[in-house]
């Protein structure tokens, strides 16, 4: 079930399924592979401890100048075990005593000691390194916290960091520059400036202050509306990187048809926790150990991304915090709010109106962050900004009382125009390129004479730079314009009726148009 937030190759974030346990089996293959990217040899190992999504190991390494020992100490990153879903951790799960003098290595010398988790999804693995001075003596268990952004991050870019409660640096980064970060490794965790270390409580470490920042110059509940491809997504992304740099400060989430308010407000869901057993198991091979664990079907309740923002911004009042909805009405916005509807009446200040009392479990989970309220509301500080683009299929009207609690801002057709000036596409039926605006502005010209309404137009971003070519232009462009836009009268545009004989003529190298470009 999905229930807490997971990193994309694109460097986006999806809610999705609790990570299946990893073997150390692959926890070893993912970073001999890293090992091996700078021609490193593996002379010898020792695998001093390993089990399900766990693995120490000490290893020797010929790296051309001198051997290196490694003592790796390597976790599978996973979910946070506080209902945040921005949250990962990994968790040491033996005594202090079991690794001291490990944990205890100077860093600068032969022998180095690595505290490492390893992210996987997608195809992708992304390797977290921790600094090890920051668990001395700790608790068992431990856990060591990273904000699945720069995880996101580290896969589209190869690299990112993020601060912890100790004010230091937690790298992030594909297992491709594990020699290199062991190369340099005490220069890899320096200790953040202005950042005070706290005391660890109950073996887990504390978060990061979220940094304080002031308010953006926009409504708290905006809309952004208008045609297909004419930034509107764009526009709200830049604001956010220019209001809410930090990760920890906003959330993306996409409403459709199916989306629900236990999606977005929250829900109980199962979840499976796991018990050791003595068994040996073995996969279907009957040779490859598996981890010997028993699992228990539990039930929690999981907060949505509405809730866990305005928890968030609660907790937080110095700081501002943006949950971006995109395709507001591609689901039924009202039921999707539910009881929080009335949340989106707000007074000058920008707080609720009207806060009100969330289903039981709801409130039970706020009081578990230490909210202990009777009633609730969207704080100042939190702003809820959306995109809507009402002329796609199967979008849902939004009723004039939801319409009432919000801002709308209209993005005009050619708003963004000159960042898409210098583009160029070529056409099978035109010799040489031709500019996208130049095809744009032409097509668009022609609905404007047939009355087409300006939602249905097409905008400069409606196909990036990269779908600029003869498949791109035909399968997306064509087909927008034969099946959404002119399904009733294609003659406004089209020599022809079908849209199969439009992509036949169009691959002989014939204008589609009944205008020239």
Same mark, same amino acid.
Request: with cysteine.
């Given at each position: 079930?999905?229930?807490?937030?997971?990193?994309?190759?694109? !460097?986006?974030?999806?809610?999705g399924?609790?990570? $299946?346990?990893?073997?150390?089996?692959?926890?070893?293959?993912?970073?001999?592979? /890293?090992l091996?990217?700078?021609?490193?040899?593996?002379?010898?190992?020792?695998?001093?401890?390993?089990?399900?999504?766990?693995?120490?190991?000490?290893?020797?390494?010929?790296?051309?100048?001198?051997?290196?020992?490694l003592?790796?100490?390597c976790?599978?990153?996973? /979910?946070?075990?506080?209902?945040?879903?921005?949250?990962?951790?990994?968790?040491?799960?033996?005594?202090?005593?079991?690794?001291?003098?490990?944990?205890?290595?100077?860093?600068?010398?032969?022998?180095?000691?690595?505290?490492?988790?390893?992210?996987?999804r997608? /195809?992708?693995?992304?390797?977290?390194?921790?600094?090890?001075?920051?668990?001395?003596?700790?608790?068992?268990?431990?856990?060591?916290?990273?904000?699945? /952004?720069?995880?996101?991050?580290?896969?589209?870019?190869?690299?990112?960091?993020?601060?912890?409660?100790?004010?230091?640096?937690?790298?992030?980064?594909?297992?491709?520059?594990?020699?290199?970060?062991v190369?340099?490794?005490?220069?890899?965790?320096?200790?953040?400036?202005?950042?005070?270390?706290?005391?660890?409580?109950?073996g887990?470490?504390?978060?990061?202050?979220?940094?304080?920042?002031d308010?953006?110059?926009?409504?708290?509940?905006?809309?952004?509306?208008g045609?297909?491809?004419? !930034?509107?997504?764009?526009?709200?992304?830049?604001?956010?990187?220019?209001?809410?740099g930090?990760?920890?400060?906003?959330?993306?989430?996409?409403?459709?048809?199916?989306?629900?308010?236990?999606?977005?407000?929250?829900?109980?869901?199962?979840?499976?926790?796991?018990?050791?057993?003595?068994?040996?198991?073995?996969?279907?091979?009957?040779?490859?150990?598996? $981890?010997?664990?028993?699992?228990?079907?539990?039930?929690?309740f999981?907060?949505?991304?509405?809730?866990?923002?305005?928890?968030?911004?609660?907790?937080?009042?110095?700081?501002?915090?943006?949950?971006?909805?995109?395709?507001?009405?591609?689901?039924?916005?009202?039921?999707?709010?539910g009881?929080?509807?009335?949340?989106?009446?707000?007074?000058?200040? !920008?707080?609720?109106?009207?806060?009100?009392?969330?289903?039981?479990?709801?409130?039970?989970?706020?009081?578990?962050?230490?909210?202990?309220?009777?009633?609730?509301?969207?704080?100042?500080?939190?702003?809820?900004?959306?995109?809507?683009?009402?002329?796609?299929?199967?979008?849902?009207?939004l009723?004039?009382?939801?319409?009432?609690?919000?801002?709308?801002?209209?993005m005009p057709?050619?708003?963004?125009?000159?960042?898409?000036?210098?583009?160029?596409?070529?056409?099978?039926?035109?010799?040489?390129?031709?500019?996208?605006?130049?095809?744009?502005?032409?097509?668009?010209?022609?609905?404007i004479?047939?009355?087409?309404?300006?939602?249905?137009?097409?905008?400069?971003?409606?196909?990036?730079?990269?779908?600029?070519?003869?498949?791109?232009?035909?399968?997306?462009?064509?087909?927008?314009?034969?099946?959404?836009?002119?399904?009733?009268?294609?003659?406004?545009?089209?020599?022809?009726?079908?849209?199969?004989?439009?992509?036949?003529?169009?691959?002989?190298?014939?204008?589609?148009?009944?205008?020239?470009?």
């Amino acid at each position: 079930m999905p229930e807490e937030y997971q990193a994309l190759a694109n !460097g986006t974030l999806e809610m999705g399924d609790f990570d $299946p346990l990893l073997k150390a089996t692959k926890l070893r293959e993912i970073l001999d592979s /890293g090992l091996q990217t700078f021609g490193w040899v593996i002379l010898n190992q020792e695998i001093l401890h390993e089990g399900p999504a766990q693995l120490h190991r000490k290893l020797t390494i010929e790296r051309g100048d001198e051997p290196l020992i490694l003592n790796v100490f390597c976790f599978q990153v996973r /979910g946070s075990s506080r209902n945040r879903p921005h949250e990962k951790r990994i968790q040491i799960s033996r005594p202090w005593e079991d690794h001291r003098d490990e944990f205890n290595l100077d860093n600068n010398g032969p022998e180095k000691c690595l505290l490492l988790g390893i992210y996987k999804r997608g /195809g992708v693995e992304v390797i977290v390194a921790y600094d090890k001075r920051n668990y001395l003596d700790h608790a068992n268990p431990t856990s060591c916290y990273i904000d699945i /952004g720069p995880i996101a991050h580290a896969m589209r870019d190869g690299f990112d960091d993020w601060i912890d409660s100790f004010g230091s640096v937690v790298n992030c980064f594909r297992k491709e520059m594990l020699p290199a970060y062991v190369s340099g490794i005490e220069q890899m965790h320096p200790q953040a400036d202005g950042i005070q270390a706290e005391e660890a409580q109950g073996g887990d470490s504390m978060e990061t202050a979220f940094p304080e920042s002031d308010p953006p110059d926009h409504p708290k509940n905006l809309i952004v509306y208008g045609a297909p491809g004419t !930034g509107k997504s764009w526009i709200l992304n830049e604001r956010v990187r220019n209001y809410f740099g930090d990760s920890r400060l906003h959330q993306r989430v996409t409403f459709y048809s199916d989306y629900t308010y236990g999606q977005f407000v929250g829900s109980y869901k199962p979840r499976p926790i796991y018990q050791s057993t003595e068994t040996d198991l073995f996969d279907a091979d009957q040779q490859t150990p598996v $981890p010997s664990m028993s699992p228990i079907i539990d039930y929690r309740f999981v907060p949505g991304p509405f809730l866990d923002s305005v928890a968030q911004a609660i907790l937080n009042p110095e700081s501002n915090f943006v949950l971006v909805i995109e395709e507001i009405n591609r689901a039924d916005a009202a039921s999707v709010f539910g009881d929080a509807f009335q949340m989106l009446d707000r007074d000058q200040a !920008g707080a609720s109106n009207y806060p009100c009392t969330l289903a039981d479990e709801a409130m039970a989970f706020l009081r578990s962050r230490g909210i202990d309220q009777l009633q609730i509301g969207i704080p100042n500080n939190l702003y809820l900004w959306a995109t809507m683009n009402s002329a796609d299929q199967g979008v849902m009207p939004l009723d004039s009382a939801f319409k009432r609690r919000w801002s709308f801002e209209y993005m005009p057709l050619d708003k963004f125009a000159t960042e898409t000036q210098d583009w160029v596409i070529d056409l099978s039926f035109i010799d040489g390129s031709i500019r996208w605006n130049q095809v744009r502005d032409k097509i668009n010209s022609k609905l404007i004479d047939n009355s087409v309404p300006e939602d249905r137009l097409i905008g400069p971003f409606f196909m990036t730079e990269g779908e600029l070519n003869h498949n791109g232009f035909k399968n997306k462009l064509l087909m927008y314009l034969h099946d959404d836009v002119l399904r009733d009268d294609p003659s406004i545009l089209f020599k022809d009726e079908t849209l199969s004989a439009v992509f036949k003529s169009y691959d002989a190298g014939q204008s589609v148009f009944t205008f020239e470009l």
